[in-house]
């Protein structure tokens, strides 16, 4: 069974700081591996996804992920936090096998400080 | 491309009553919708998955005769929450895969349903 695991739910930085929000799933068959960002009262934007190929994704908004199969982590990175980051991202999995069943992590809230 | 529309975006019912949400993908066409339930604070719980013209698919714990679900084409889905109560005042979003490789799914903007 698929699982993701979203270490801190919280998570604060000042502007202009590295992001650096934690993945770690857990699937019994090659994985494809998200990032969401949900705004207040919003539905889920795509940030970024890894399926196959390349372990280092880049996303929109400056986000890149990396897939790192050793580790069973998939962690998400901005170089520089501005202050429109402030959202709540959802880590994600998928199985081929599971006809597009998406599970969710329970999500890590991102502040910015000024 | 790839857009998913909610409707309504908000709505207020009296407990007892039914409510319909809709769900529509505007530009392609959906093979399979999901249904998802976010309590506040909360990640996302998924209620059911459905293709177009079959029985949905519920997840464990998810009352098939209370939420029932219907995709009657591939761009329409909709889920009515039947005699609703004040628990399951909800933000209610689903999303829709155009069922190709990609896996990907394209979210709607959800619903925010209030039973008073």
């Known amino acids: 069974a698929q699982s993701v695991t979203q270490l801190g739910s919280h998570v604060s930085v000042s502007e202009g700081a590295l992001v650096l929000l934690r993945c770690n799933y857990s699937?019994?068959?090659?994985?494809?591996l998200f990032w969401y960002v949900q705004y207040p009262n919003q539905g889920l934007q795509l940030l970024l996804k890894?399926?196959?190929?390349?372990?280092l994704v880049k996303g929109i908004n400056g986000f890149e992920a990396e897939f790192k199969k050793s580790e069973t982590s998939f962690h998400l990175t901005k170089p520089s936090a501005h202050m429109s980051d402030a959202a709540e991202y959802f880590c994600?999995?998928?199985?081929?096998?599971?006809?597009?069943?998406?599970?969710f992590g329970s999500g890590t809230r991102l502040s910015i400080r000024p | 491309g790839a857009v998913v529309s909610q409707h309504p975006s908000w709505v207020i019912c009296k407990s007892g009553t039914s409510v319909k949400i809709e769900c529509r993908s505007l530009?392609?066409?959906?093979?399979?919708m999901f249904w998802y339930r976010q309590f506040p604070k909360q990640s996302l719980m998924l209620m059911a998955t459905?293709?177009?013209?079959?029985?949905?698919?519920?997840e464990q714990g998810v009352e098939k005769d209370k939420f029932l679900i219907n995709h009657a084409s591939l761009t329409l889905s909709t889920l009515t929450v039947t005699s609703a109560h004040p628990e399951d005042s909800s933000f209610y979003i689903c999303?829709?895969?155009?069922?190709?490789?990609?896996?990907?799914?394209?979210f709607g903007p959800g619903t925010r349903l209030t039973v008073t």
């Open positions: 994600a999995v998928s199985e081929e096998s599971s006809a597009s069943k998406i599970i």
């Open positions: 530009d392609f066409q959906a093979t399979t």
């Open positions: 999303s829709a895969s155009r069922g190709d490789r990609s896996y990907e799914q394209y």
């Open positions: 699937s019994s068959v090659p994985p494809y």
């Open positions: 459905s293709n177009e013209g079959s029985k949905a698919t519920y």
């Open positions: 890894y399926t196959t190929g390349a372990t």
